[in-house]
């Protein structure tokens, strides 16, 4: 069984800072993409940045420039480091990650449980 666990999300003001990190864990083969998606309410889900497991980088225009994505892959983790946080990245950030499980022949997309940012002073 395959579980994703973010961490790291609160309530910071305008100009602050969080890093938000998701492990993976389980019965795991291979990690192909990892990301970071977010939902505000009342919005469609978003995606913020993706890395791929050749270390191939995305962003929303949004976030460039103010977001860092890495990943550690002995650790199965990704972090998403915030900088310069604006009342309109409040969401509830989801962590993604396209991986193969043991035993299986196919990837398949997997998602954690998401964690509130909130950016209000």
């Known amino acids: 069984q395959v579980q994703l666990v973010e961490s790291g999300g609160g309530l910071v003001e305008p100009g602050g800072s969080l890093r938000l990190s998701c492990a993976a864990s389980g019965s795991i083969r291979s990690i192909n993409a990892m990301g970071w998606y977010r939902q505000a309410p009342g919005k469609q889900r978003e995606l913020v940045a993706a890395?791929?497991?050749?270390?191939?980088?995305n962003y929303a225009d949004s976030v460039k420039g103010r977001f860092t994505i890495s990943r550690d892959n002995a650790k199965n983790t990704v972090y998403l480091q915030m900088n310069s946080l604006k009342p309109e990245d409040t969401a509830v950030y989801y962590c993604?990650?396209?991986?193969?499980?043991?035993?299986?022949?196919?990837?398949?997309?997997?998602w954690g449980q998401g964690t509130q940012v909130t950016v209000s002073s």
């Open positions: 993604s990650a396209n991986l193969r499980p043991l035993g299986v022949r196919i990837s398949y997309d997997y």
């Open positions: 890395i791929t497991s050749g270390v191939s980088i």
